[in-house]
């Protein structure tokens, strides 16, 4: 399994190091406002992905509740690392209640 | 400003490595042997790929469709690149280390800040610390994921997913309906398509022209 976990991370890397090696003038201020959007709507669906699905299916789990505090935290300017701790208690909490 | 970037940096690699072991232990758990899953952390670091890729050993998947998985959700390290590139300008070889430090955390960081020379140290800040963090995070996982037992005990499932939210919080005020739109293709999508696809469909609203508040 090792050797497929190195092609894979060759595979990955293959990724980024093309998104450097394309021609400058391929890079169009249109091209540019659009690579800018991608990090937006990816890391929206990001959000989608990882705190509403399960298995295959979209679920509402105590993820949600973690969300939501994680989200208030924001918007008060509670410092990065503590809002994802604290994202991760509530979620635990919250399953050792039986949620 | 400085000081500013290079805290949210470590806060960021911090963070990370609170779901780093949960890819730890879910490695182990899924049945590689600890060199294999350090090696994914190592050297194929991002996060998405290296969880599509133990999720697919998981279920028993052949060792091609783990590569092609893990491939897949890489696609979007590529916008993140060509963005980068018009920040950094021509960098050399040196490009051949960033490209392995370019991924969610590093380029989301560089992508809040104001200034070029903020956005330069907000990527190779945030993409050091989160390697770092990542990496000795992943190796304490999977020497105790035996003994954790499931991740979701531990909340560490919805860490991933506030980590998510909190580089995303930056761009969401400007930016509110193509991030309501990348998050709402995702997961419509998500329950017909193989897993990455869903990601890529949500790529695909950003070719739409939204006008962002100033």
């Known amino acids: ?99 | 400003m400085r000081r500013q970037v290079l805290s949210t940096s470590i806060s960021v690699g911090i963070a990370t490595g609170l779901y780093g072991i949960s890819f730890g232990a879910i490695g182990v758990v899924a049945g590689l042997d600890v060199p294999t899953v350090m090696v994914l952390s190592l050297l194929m670091f991002s996060g998405a790929s290296q969880f599509a890729f133990v999720g697919v050993v998981a279920a028993g998947g052949a060792p091609l469709a783990a590569i092609t998985s893990a491939w897949l959700m890489g696609i979007r390290n590529s916008f993140y690149a060509i963005r980068l590139t018009s920040v950094f300008g021509p960098l050399g070889m040196i490009k051949l280390l960033s490209a392995q430090l370019t991924i969610d955390e590093s380029n989301a960081v560089s992508a809040a800040q104001q200034t070029k020379e903020a956005q330069k140290l907000g990527f190779w800040a945030t993409g050091i610390a989160v390697f770092i963090f990542w990496n000795l995070a992943t190796l304490l996982g999977a020497l105790a994921g035996n003994l954790m037992g499931s991740v979701e005990q531990w909340g560490l499932d919805a860490a991933a997913a506030v980590a998510f939210l909190g580089l995303l919080w930056p761009r969401l005020r400007q930016q509110l309906a193509l991030a309501l739109a990348g998050f709402g293709v995702a997961l419509v999508s998500y329950p017909f398509l193989p897993a990455g696809i869903p990601i890529l469909l949500a790529a695909a609203v950003a070719l739409i022209p939204w006008r962002s508040k100033a």
């Open chain 1, 1 to 99: 399994m090792i050797w497929t976990a190195i092609i894979a991370s060759i595979a990955v890397y293959s990724w980024k190091i093309l998104g450097y090696l394309v021609p400058e003038r391929f890079i169009t201020p249109a091209f540019r406002a659009f690579a800018d959007r991608v990090t937006v709507a990816l890391l929206a669906a990001l959000v989608g992905i990882q705190g509403f699905t399960l298995a295959g299916s979209v679920v509402l789990d105590v993820r949600v509740a973690a969300l939501g505090v994680g989200a208030l935290m924001l918007w008060l300017r509670a410092p990065y690392v503590l809002v994802v701790l604290v994202g991760a208690l509530v979620a635990a909490g919250l399953r050792l209640l039986g949620f």
